[in-house]
């Protein structure tokens, strides 16, 4: 009976080294499709005058060529970091900055989906998710809108009522929002009847 042995190949490449998470926080680095894939935005930080370069960067592509890209300090959802922008992200960003804009430090950019835009323009960004609290609370300010507009004699609304009014806003438990709501203060129960706040 053979044996056959087989031969271990040994690789003499670079391995990188091990990194410390406030190291790595240090280095990251944006990239423009982090926010286009989560409709995201982020507001520009650094000191940049309009007619001033952009700081530069040269860096080493995967197929070996040399390519230089440009970095813009920005601040999104409280965690500060440089963005890098080259090729056609240069021009969609160049594109959003409001014009006639001396300094762009304060310009906040948002992907609509479609197209980059800012807020200076007088645009609001489309809402993002929710979170599930978050949801909550935007499910108790619709109930409280709904149930002022139909409560003009301020009698308040009885308990079937309430449990359509809920029932309307949301998919989940009627029950659940109106505890939540009444924890967060936004509702109160008198003689049988809920009233808003």
Aim: proline share 5%; hydrophobic share 35%; glycine share 8%.
């Amino acid at each position: 009976m053979a044996i056959c042995h087989g031969e271990m190949k040994m690789y003499n490449e670079p391995r990188e080294q091990a990194k410390s998470f406030v190291q790595i926080r240090k280095e990251f680095v944006y990239r423009l499709s982090n926010f286009e894939m989560n409709r995201g935005q982020f507001t520009i930080v650094e000191d940049l005058p309009a007619t001033r370069p952009l700081r530069t960067v040269s860096k080493i592509a995967k197929t070996g060529k040399p390519y230089n890209s440009c970095l813009v300090r920005i601040s999104s959802g409280g965690f500060e970091s440089d963005l890098e922008l080259f090729g056609r992200e240069l021009d969609k960003v160049a594109l959003a900055l409001p014009p006639g804009v001396v300094n762009y430090k304060g310009v906040t950019l948002y992907f609509d989906g479609a197209v980059w835009a800012n807020l200076e323009q007088g645009v609001t960004p489309p809402q993002t998710p929710a979170g599930p609290q978050d949801q909550k609370d935007v499910y108790v300010d619709q109930l409280v809108q709904v149930m002022k507009a139909n409560d003009s004699k301020n009698i308040g609304v009885n308990a079937g009522t309430m449990l359509n009014y809920c029932k309307s806003i949301t998919n989940g438990d009627a029950l659940e929002l109106i505890s939540y709501a009444k924890t967060k203060g936004a509702i109160y129960e008198q003689g049988g009847n809920y009233k808003a706040v």
